[in-house]
Each structure stands twice: as structure tokens, then as C-alpha cells.
């Protein structure tokens, strides 16, 4: 139990065009989701935190209009790089926080490596 | 605001040797720490947690941590490491909001 998807696991795109990022909880109801930014070798930065039907909260220097993130069901939530460049170029990861039993533990979804050319 | 550090950016270890990941952390309150393992480009697996009770935690694939308030540390252990334990191990604290603060993470490297 406990998965996250994320999709597309991998994508490249031309600099000034718009991606969306998917994150799935597959078996549980995610009251809270997260998305964070890893670039390589280094650790997972947080950017935003989404609650189901509410605006997200951005972090410190994390630019909302260009990182839309929205959280339309419990079991879903999209991140979309707007007007990409390629210092957007990195490694995006999903965790999802149930309720219930699940409420205190992170469930990672397997990451999105995007490529901005 | 609460902090982890992971001092040590790389570890080397043979095959069967014991293991010990450091992580200290800085937080006001009793903090709730995990441990996380990523293999390269995946995403994140939970070892395991803390959040109160017994802190000597016993975790997924052998791995066990221990909680020292007294020096503010939860450091990773395993007894014997196997090749496939080669992988980037993150110490992460949780805030307020239940994000989680990371540290930058130490790289495990097993040697035959």
C-alpha cells in the first residue's frame, strides 16, 4: 500500500514551452502532497505544499506563477513548469500524506527528470 | 528552524562490514526524523522513523537508528551491508507543516 506515481518520469522540452507534472497516490487519499526540486547531487529542496482544494503555499524564492501547482482531488495534484528554461532543468519529486493510519509519514512518488534544451 | 546535518558527504565500506550514518539535527521541540534511501534517478524509500517511545528504531532491510536527545543525533546502523545497499541515504526532519527538511545527504559506496 502507500504508492505514489508520478508521470511522465522523464521529459525534455524545447526552452519556452509549458510542462505539466502528474503525482498519483494509487491506494490511499493524500490530504496534504509536496513537491520538491533535486538537482544533481544535492538534496531534495521543498518548493510548495498543496492541500486538497486550496492554494498551494510557496516556499521562500520558489516563483508561483511560474511553478503552478494545483491539487484538484485527493488523489492528485499537478505541478506545471510554465515557460520553461533550461536552468529549470532538474529532478522533481512528489510525496503525498495520507490520513488515517498514513497521516505521519512521506510517500515519495519516483521523481520526473526534466530536461529543458 | 529546524536542520539536518549529515556530516559525512561520502562513506566507503566493504561488503559484510557494519555501517553507521551520522545525522545530527537542530529542532526546539521533540523532532520526528526519518531516514530515507534513494537508488540513482528514483525516487525516495522511507527506512524508517521516529516519533516517540523507543529510541533505538528498527527499520526496513536491516537498518536500524538510534535517538540521542543528549546529542542530538539519529544515526543510521546496519550490521553487515550488502552490495545492493549501495544507494544516497537522506535524514530529514519534519516542520510544522509536515514538510520535510533534508540533509544534503550522505553516498554509500560498498566495495567487494
Known amino acids: 500500500g502507500a504508492v505514489v506515481s508520478q508521470h511522465p518520469s522523464r521529459v525534455i522540452c524545447k526552452s519556452g514551452t509549458s510542462v505539466k507534472i502528474e503525482c498519483r497516490s494509487l491506494?490511499?487519499?493524500?490530504?496534504?502532497m509536496f513537491w520538491y526540486r533535486q538537482f544533481p547531487k544535492q538534496s531534495l529542496m521543498l518548493m510548495a505544499t498543496s492541500n486538497e482544494g486550496s492554494k498551494a503555499t510557496y516556499e521562500q524564492g520558489v516563483e508561483k506563477d511560474k511553478f503552478l501547482i494545483n491539487h484538484a482531488s485527493l488523489t492528485l495534484s499537478t505541478l506545471t513548469v510554465t515557460s520553461a528554461h533550461p536552468e529549470d532543468s532538474s529532478f522533481y519529486i512528489c510525496?503525498?500524506?495520507?490520513?488515517?493510519?498514513?497521516?505521519?509519514?512521506?510517500?515519495f512518488g519516483p521523481g520526473t527528470r526534466l530536461t529543458v534544451l | 528552524a529546524q536542520s539536518v546535518t549529515q556530516p559525512d558527504i561520502h562513506i566507503t565500506v566493504s561488503e559484510g562490514a557494519s555501517l553507521e550514518l551520522r545525522c545530527n539535527y537542530s529542532y526546539g521541540a521533540t523532532p520526528y526524523l526519518f531516514w530515507y534511501v534513494q537508488s540513482p534517478g528514483q525516487g525516495l524509500q522511507l527506512l524508517l522513523k521516529?516519533?516517540?517511545?523507543?529510541?533505538l528504531v528498527q527499520g526496513i532491510k536491516g537498518f536500524e537508528a538510534e535517538f540521542k536527545r543528549s546529542q542530538s543525533s539519529f544515526n543510521l546502523r546496519k550490521p553487515s551491508v550488502h552490495w545492493s545497499d549501495a544507494a544516497e541515504y537522506f535524514c530529514a526532519v519534519e516542520d510544522s507543516g509536515y514538510a520535510l527538511n533534508f540533509g544534503k545527504g550522505t553516498s554509500l559506496l560498498v566495495t567487494p
Open positions: 521516529y516519533f516517540s517511545g523507543d529510541t
Open positions: 491506494d490511499f487519499q493524500a490530504t496534504t
Open positions: 510525496s503525498a500524506r495520507g490520513a488515517g493510519i498514513l497521516t505521519d509519514t512521506q510517500y
